[in-house]
């Protein structure tokens, strides 16, 4: 059969086991739509806005642990699917993004949407590539899904002339990227930090926080007395019931310098040391006292798996001793407040076993984590870098990697905001997720660091521009007019019976909780 | 009074005429946040998206004729705005971007947000900086206030530290940069071309659109004979009763290369040649016949309203002969069916005097523009950088710096839902704009484009990533849940009603049109 560009570059990605890919297309990626159609495998998710595609991809990739494709219209198309891409970098999640160009003899002429596309998706990675030609075309996309199973984004241009001009066809996939293996030496160093027992901190982070890896750093806790601990924001940690639980560092500087006031020795493995979010006033950015050792043993982009089970080897750790699960959270009574903790006890206790739980509700989510130690099996995953707008988006994608497994959206208002048109593609493709849009109609966690930074007493103009009332969202509208079913609770009682029902039924729905 | 860097920043942009900042701010920005709260004479308008943070600012500059700040949230909040940034160069608008960054010491750190700021910024602007003090950062201000007059984005990054730290105060105004005049050469050659009257184009955009430059080109071509045409994409084109009318380039190139066939000389101010928006297979990408001499006298940042008036004069153009106006549309009758072009009838109707029409109506749009030829007297925006996502915020700008007119805000489905959220901050600042919204459940740009790019019937799957409907979007209800009042049409009779009503009343509106 005879391909162009666009057909052999598709059929080479579904032959290296590429089987979705997010879409927002413009006229510059009209001949990728057509090979999409005409090539069998690949299933195109439309989003109505490229934050929700990018994000979808992150979500995938932590999910199904190999990339989703992306398709995005030139310069302006990728901008707006930077901020989660810019998540999805700091997840280290796989992602494949086929990026549109103009057509070579375009580009000068400097039409409307002609942009610096490289200058752009430099920003996200080093595996940036410009297709040269339409028989290269397939190469390229081959070694795009390679390089992107090692936890990165890669970035392929696709110059129109190029997907539209008769090609070779399809070359073979290319073998994925494997994970570098820690060195020798390292392991040797970060087994003699641990055998100093209370002293030291295993700092842990990535694929350390799978089922697998959270077994093999107790062991070493077990043996040593080290202390476990997880990043602030990790891209998908395992947990819930017969599973291991670990501190999670928190998010304000202030009390994570607490957790690790005396810790002389800290051994990190699948993230780094860990620093405060913000700069503040008189205050560090480093969490770890200042007489603290840092041993770097693997990033995460190493084969952790591999350095954990070597460090537990080399300590000699004995088989796990589980203790008792912890016990689920009481759902409060009727006559007690509704506040967001109430919400994650309900959430927790009727979390439905082997759930995703796409983290975003900021600070309404803060207190509520530690409730879902004792909840059924669940993967947790988290805003990784910070740019809002990942929960929905995240959701998206993870329903798709995961079809039988239900979706739990934790999401704040303000962040939902970003990427509500995530919505949209819920209903379209039917993702069995429920979101809970935490509406306490502001920019809580800034009323919080406007204090931080020492701004006291704020006035009418600042307090402003931290609000989200006058007027208020009416989350169930917003989520209705983009097909999915909605309701709202304002008390205990009503979110308990809408969100049994939720996650009961099958199929995207939204609680708006009224805080 | 004693003043931080931020305070001095902003009591100098005050100073230098900056009376509006469009916002989203996060941690970073905290102390630009009390600024704004603890000194008088800065409106800040808050976004819950940054893409309408950017395109009002751009609505705002193209109104104002001076610059709006905005303030952004490090690397990721510029990047949310980046599209409409596309489209404000591309438009020449004046804007001053107000970009928080890490405290310089928090930078190396890498924390969650860390990105390259200045990366980003430089993809929009040749005027880029970096505060380097608490001391120096109100005289980078003023300078990029003063840069930015002369139709350009400006972007001043600021360290969160230098914000925080004791400065020495407000600096005075620095004098707007002037834009370039002309040079008597470019004057005389372009006369010349001008002399040979039909085989000659006048080609327009940026000032020259304005009602006194297109008066001195109506002059120009009643003394030479040479035709005017104006850009397929103006920024701001004032037309309407009683004023100059101008051909537009059609948006395809096929019409476009059709309107230029026979032009031997073409006279371009205040733009560029014209060139096709994409490349098509075997289709020429530059609109004008390979014989025609191209004369460039003014760009789009020279004084090109000076360089009309010297080409008038040195033609010895004489007075202005007006002829008639053109006459309104008919208004279809109840029989006849709901389309476009009925609801482009009625809003030419009944266009306040003295609108703004912010059109990102596309494909809906495209056969409307010229009923209005006729209407009252009123300014239309256009979609200068083909980035989607730009009439709502467009508006919202348009809107703010013109409080005493009606802003019209033409907008097509697929490209409302890019920012969206501009209906909140529309509803929140209770601005004077009618959104009329062409839902037509489709991409239907792209199924033309799909053909154009010379594929043939279409499958399912390619439909799937043009195609809207399924679910179909309820733009009433996504209005009604951000505070602003819609209602919905499917024929004319309902059409008029709504938007008579709407144009009679005050505040913010939106009308579903359903085709």
Same mark, same amino acid.
């Given at each position: ?258 957790? &690790?006031? %005396? ?5 990190? =493995? ?8 913000? *700069?503040? !006033? /008189? $205050? ?26 070597? &460090?537990? %080897? ?5 088989? =796990? ?8 959270? *009481?759902? !409060? /009574? $009727? ?181």
């Amino acid at each position: 059969m005879s391909m162009n560009g666009a057909e052999a570059l598709l059929k080479t990605m579904i032959d290296a086991g590429v089987e979705v890919c997010f879409a927002n297309p413009g006229t510059s990626e009209m001949q990728l739509v057509a090979a999409i159609d005409k090539i069998p495998g690949m299933r195109p998710i439309l989003g109505l806005f490229e934050g929700v595609v990018t994000g979808a991809a992150d979500g995938y990739g932590r999910m199904a642990d190999k990339p989703a494709a992306t398709l995005l219209h030139l310069g302006s198309g990728y901008s707006n699917g930077m901020a989660n891409l810019h998540n999805a970098k700091r997840a280290f999640s796989p992602i494949v993004n086929i990026i549109g160009e103009h057509a070579v003899d375009h580009i000068p002429l400097d039409a409307p949407l002609t942009s610096d596309i490289e200058g752009h998706a430099s920003l996200h990675t080093n595996w940036l590539r410009t297709c040269q030609s339409a028989d290269e075309m397939p190469k390229d996309g081959a070694d795009a899904v390679a390089a992107a199973h090692a936890g990165r984004i890669t970035n392929l241009i696709v110059p129109a002339n190029y997907a539209w001009t008769e090609s070779q066809g399809a070359v073979p996939p290319v073998a994925p990227e494997t994970r570098p293996r820690v060195s020798d030496d390292s392991i040797a160093q970060a087994a003699e930090a641990l055998k100093k027992g209370q002293e030291c901190c295993l700092f842990l982070g990535g694929r350390a926080l799978r089922e697998e890896g959270l077994v093999l750093a107790r062991r070493i806790e077990q043996a040593t007395g080290a202390k476990i601990v997880c990043e602030v924001f990790p891209a998908r940690i395992q947990r819930g019931r017969g599973r291991v639980s670990v501190e999670r560092l928190p998010y304000l500087g202030e009390f994570a310098a607490e957790v &690790l006031k %005396d810790v002389k020795h800290m051994v990190v =493995l699948g993230t780094k040391a860990p620093v405060s979010f913000f *700069a503040y !006033p /008189g $205050k560090p950015s480093v969490l770890t006292p200042e007489d603290c050792q840092i041993h770097s043993v693997a990033t995460a982009q190493d084969d952790q798996l591999d350095a954990l089970q070597r &460090l537990a %080897d080399s300590l000699g750790a004995p088989e =796990l001793e589980m203790p008792e699960d912890p016990a689920l959270p *009481a759902i !409060p /009574g $009727k006559e007690e407040a509704f506040t967001a903790e109430a919400v994650g006890a309900v959430v927790a206790n009727y979390l439905p076993e082997n759930a995703i739980v796409s983290d975003e509700a900021n600070t309404s989510g803060i207190f509520s984590y530690a409730m879902y130690e004792g909840a059924a099996p669940h993967d947790w995953l988290t805003l990784t870098g910070g740019a809002i707008g990942q929960g929905l988006p995240v959701a998206v994608g993870a329903a798709v990697a995961c079809p039988e497994r239900k979706v739990i959206n934790l999401q704040a208002d303000g962040s939902a905001m970003y990427t509500n048109q995530a919505l949209w593609t819920m209903a379209r493709e039917q993702l069995d997720v429920v979101t809970v849009i935490y509406n306490n109609s502001s920019y809580a966690i800034l009323n919080l660091e406007l204090m931080r930074v020492g701004v006291e007493n704020p006035g009418e103009r600042a307090k402003s521009m931290l609000d989200l009332s006058n007027p208020s969202l009416d989350w169930v509208k917003i989520a209705e007019g983009q097909g999915v079913t909605a309701s709202r609770a304002t008390n205990v009682e009503e979110f308990e019976a809408q969100f049994k029902a939720a996650v009961e039924g099958k199929g995207p729905r939204l609680i708006e909780v009224v805080l």
